[in-house]
């Protein structure tokens, strides 16, 4: 009897025969429902494949509900710019106008340029598709220049990108704008977008503006007339050139007709553009434009002025008054005002006229001229054959 009571309560050891065929029964049901850690896991792995092979496209469709896929855009790395310059720099048109003048830079060489718009239907004619950076959210923006900063605003990562990925790292940024669209008008937007670019690249130069002014016709426009003067106000402190479409249109007329007139001034401006840039690169035996004056020049806040003429015979006197007036007369710029903060004046002659003890006084002289009429004057002069006279280039910084 003890020992029965012993077994019972322990629980370990059956009483007779029918308590132990009991167990055994028992646990051989038990082991038929056990499973491994491993078995599980591999039962819930197929479970889940098989949850996820029943999913389909159907699943997805909430996408399509907040708006269409987005459309691709080249990241491919544009080219090294082939034309020659002493500073590492990227061209980045806004708008209509801004992307003619843009595309006139790629034509010369400047292949690190970008066309920024909201519509493809302002796109100039061979243009690599590459070079686009094509803004949703809207087919245009119908001269309303709140709408475009409001895009431009919207998509300033997205220009950001495409510089980091297709330009890669520059030194300078060349923002190229008509001032009287609603797009190009609304450019100063991108101007924290730039800036950060430039620094996440290590870039040690700055944003430069370039806006061309409506023609007196265009300004009869009250709406094109308010985009304009907004668009100078937004890059007032900014260093910045303005093209006046009325002194190009002046310039060209009745030498090239409608259809080309303004492509023409475009290419036109940025050769001038470009000489500057690659004469400060340039060596010479008499004396140099560097690349630390033109940077002088360029990161000077204000407007900045850019002229040139050339004269057939610069042994005549008076050289340094005619340069400079002829310079301010032929340029696409509006005239300068007030005293410049820094002036640059880039001569360029035959190797006969640098040999000639005349023209060599008057080019002392036309430098203390227009050293005169500027805070800070930077110069260079340099040999080059085949000139029909003295070219000279007339580059004036820190206006009002």
């Not at 006139?104 to 066309?115: Q, R």
């Amino acid at each position: 009897m003890a020992s029965t009571v012993q077994g019972s309560l322990l629980g370990t050891t059956p009483t007779n025969d029918r308590d132990v065929k009991r167990k055994t029964q028992k646990d051989k049901e038990l082991g038929e429902l056990k499973m491994t850690e491993d078995e599980i896991n591999e039962t819930a792995d197929g479970l889940y494949d098989e949850v996820d092979s029943e999913e389909s496209a159907d699943d997805f469709d909430f996408v399509s509900h907040y708006g269409t896929a987005a459309e691709e855009q080249g990241d491919e790395l544009l080219s090294d710019n082939s034309a020659g310059s002493a500073i590492s720099c990227a061209m980045v048109g806004v708008g209509g106008a801004g992307g003619k003048l843009a595309k006139a830079f790629i034509d010369i060489g400047f292949n690190k340029t970008l066309l920024v718009n909201t519509t493809k239907k302002d796109q100039p004619p061979g243009l690599d598709e590459n070079h686009l950076v094509l803004l949703p959210g809207t087919d245009g923006v119908g001269k309303d220049v709140n709408l475009g900063r409001q895009i431009i605003d919207d998509n300033s990562t997205l220009v950001e990108d495409a510089l980091r990925n297709r330009v890669g790292s520059v030194d300078w940024i060349f923002v190229l704008a008509g001032g009287g669209g609603g797009t190009g008008s609304a450019c100063h937007a991108l101007n924290d977008s730039l800036h950060r670019y430039l620094k996440s690249v290590g870039g040690t130069g700055s944003v430069v503006y370039i806006l061309t002014a409506p023609s007196s016709q265009e300004l009869l426009n009250p709406t094109i007339k308010l985009n304009f003067n907004l668009a100078k106000e937004s890059v007032a402190d900014e260093p910045h050139l303005i093209l006046d479409n009325e002194k190009q249109l002046q310039l060209l007329r009745g030498r090239i007709g409608m259809l080309n007139m303004y492509p023409a001034a475009n290419s036109s401006f940025a050769k001038m553009l470009a000489q500057v840039f690659r004469l400060s690169g340039a060596s010479s035996p008499l004396q140099v434009f560097d690349t630390k004056d033109l940077e002088r020049c360029l990161r000077t806040p204000g407007r900045f002025f850019l002229g040139t003429t050339v004269v057939l015979d610069p042994s005549t006197t008076g050289l340094g008054s005619r340069i400079y007036q002829e310079c301010i007369k032929n340029s696409p710029c509006s005239p300068p005002a007030g005293t410049p903060a820094v002036g640059a004046l880039l001569l360029c002659l035959s190797e006969e006229h640098a040999d000639n003890p005349t023209v060599s006084n008057h080019l002392e002289a036309t430098m203390a001229y227009v050293g005169g009429r500027s805070e800070a004057l930077f110069s260079g002069v340099y040999i080059r054959s085949g000139l029909p006279g003295l070219v000279s280039i007339l580059l004036l910084g820190g206006l009002k």
